[in-house]
């Protein structure tokens, strides 16, 4: 199964994306968890992508592709593939519909998370994960159950990303409407398209995106 998780920036693609990792055994691939570590190495990827993502703005559509076609081809043996945070724009959509032809599949469903714009705001300024495992957080929505040490792994060290501000949650935010929001168009015209309310909480999201998978 091949899904794509479509949504603004704190709209919950990370969160779901890791649920379903753990319900369904498919493997998450999300370009900016990929693009921060390249960052972090300080390779010259990380150099190319940092700047614009500071500032809130899409990074070149082949360096995202490129790091997709690798992964696809590393975890052949993978039952499937949620894919959080790309494509995003139809550019991308494209190239991926032809790294999966010439591996024998395809999208099999895209689910779009909504949520209002200012709850975003909410949402990005209060999160924090795991510097560990990775495990995210939020100040108001999900504290580890005993404060300062993370539920998963026992972990003390929690970090903040860097284009989490207000400000740069605006400009992400526009990025989103204007380059990514006209894929619910693209796949819709296939039939692959089901909303979900992202403005309920984790559990009730969750819920509805297994719903949204088992239709037929
Ligand atoms: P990326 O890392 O993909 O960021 P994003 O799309 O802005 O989305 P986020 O990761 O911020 O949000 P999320 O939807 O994963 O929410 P989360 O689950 O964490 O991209 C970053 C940058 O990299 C881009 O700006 C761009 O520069 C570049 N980039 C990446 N991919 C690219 C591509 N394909 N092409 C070009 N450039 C690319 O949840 C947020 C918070 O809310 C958490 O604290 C969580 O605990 C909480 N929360 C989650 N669900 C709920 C709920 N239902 N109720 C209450 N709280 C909730
Ligand atoms: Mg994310
Ligand atoms: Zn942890």
């Not at 693609?13 to 319900?23: P, V």
């Not at 494209?94 to 200012?118: F, K």
Request: hydrophobic share 40%; charged share 30%; with cysteine.
């Amino acid at each position: 199964m091949i899904l794509v998780l479509i949504g603004p920036p704190g709209a919950g693609k990370g969160t779901q994306a890791k649920r379903l990792e753990d319900l369904r055994g498919l493997v998450q691939l999300s370009t900016g968890d990929m693009l921060r570590a390249a960052v972090a190495a300080g390779t010259e990827l990380g150099r190319q992508a940092g700047d614009l993502m500071e500032h809130g703005q899409l990074v070149p559509d082949d360096l995202v592709i490129g790091l997709i076609a690798e992964r696809l081809d590393a975890n052949k043996d993978a039952k499937g593939f949620i894919l959080d945070g790309f494509p995003r724009t139809i550019g991308q959509a494209e190239a991926l519909d032809r790294l999966l032809e010439t591996r024998g599949a395809q999208v099999d469903r895209t689910v779009v998370i909504d949520v209002d714009d200012d709850a975003l705001v909410v949402r990005i300024t209060g999160r924090f994960t795991c510097a560990t495992c990775g495990e995210g957080y939020h100040d108001l929505f999900k504290k580890p159950k005993e404060e300062g040490t993370c539920d998963k792994c026992g972990g003390t060290e929690f970090k903040r990303r860097p284009d989490d501000t207000e400000e740069v949650v605006r400009s992400r935010l526009k990025a989103y409407h204007a380059q990514t929001e006209p894929l619910v168009g693209y796949y819709g015209g296939q039939d692959k398209v089901r909303t979900v309310n992202g403005m309920a909480d984790i559990e009730a999201v969750q819920k509805e995106i297994d719903l949204a998978l088992d239709a037929a």
